[in-house]
C-alpha cells in the first residue's frame, strides 16, 4: 500500500514539473551581457519565455536587453519612441519552452555573463596589459 502511495505522488510530481516552464531571466543587460542572470520557473499561468531588446537608431552595437517570464498577449510587440532627442525600438519577442530566451543584441546570440566574471576578466587584461 505504501509503494503504491509513493508511486501516485512521484506521477503527480513529474506532471506538475511538465507543466512548469524554465525560462532565462534578465533584469537588466548592456551589449550582450547579463548583469544578472539566473534560471525562472514561470507561474502555471504564463505559457512564454521573452526578450526585450531595445536598441537606439544610428547606433546598431549599443543596446539593452531584458527576459523572463510573460503572458503571451504582450508578444511579438514593437514600440518607437524617443527620449532625450535619441530615438529608440523596443522589440518583445517570445517563444514556448524551456530557455528558450538566449540573450541577443543585433540579432546575434551572446554570451551570458555575471557581473562578477566582466570585471574579473577586465581586471585580469589591465594586469596583463601592464605587464607587456
Excluded: H
Excluded at 502555471?44 to 531595445?54: D, G, L, P, V
Aim: net charge neutral.
Amino acid at each position: 500500500m505504501g509503494r503504491i502511495v509513493i508511486v501516485i505522488i512521484a506521477v503527480l510530481a513529474s506532471l506538475m514539473l511538465a507543466d512548469s516552464l524554465t525560462c532565462n531571466q534578465c533584469s537588466y543587460g548592456v551589449l550582450g551581457f547579463c548583469l544578472s542572470n539566473t534560471e525562472l520557473v514561470c507561474s502555471t499561468n504564463t505559457s512564454s519565455c521573452f526578450t526585450r531588446k531595445t536598441t537606439f537608431t544610428g547606433l546598431t552595437n549599443v543596446g539593452f536587453n531584458s527576459q523572463g517570464c510573460q503572458e503571451p498577449a504582450g508578444c511579438n510587440a514593437t514600440t518607437n519612441g524617443t527620449v532625450v532627442g535619441i530615438t529608440y525600438q523596443s522589440a518583445i519577442t517570445c517563444c514556448s519552452t524551456d530557455k528558450c530566451n538566449p540573450v541577443t543584441v543585433s540579432a546575434a546570440p551572446s554570451t551570458k555573463m555575471t557581473f562578477t566574471a566582466v570585471i574579473g576578466v577586465a581586471a585580469m587584461a589591465a594586469m596583463w596589459g601592464s605587464v607587456m
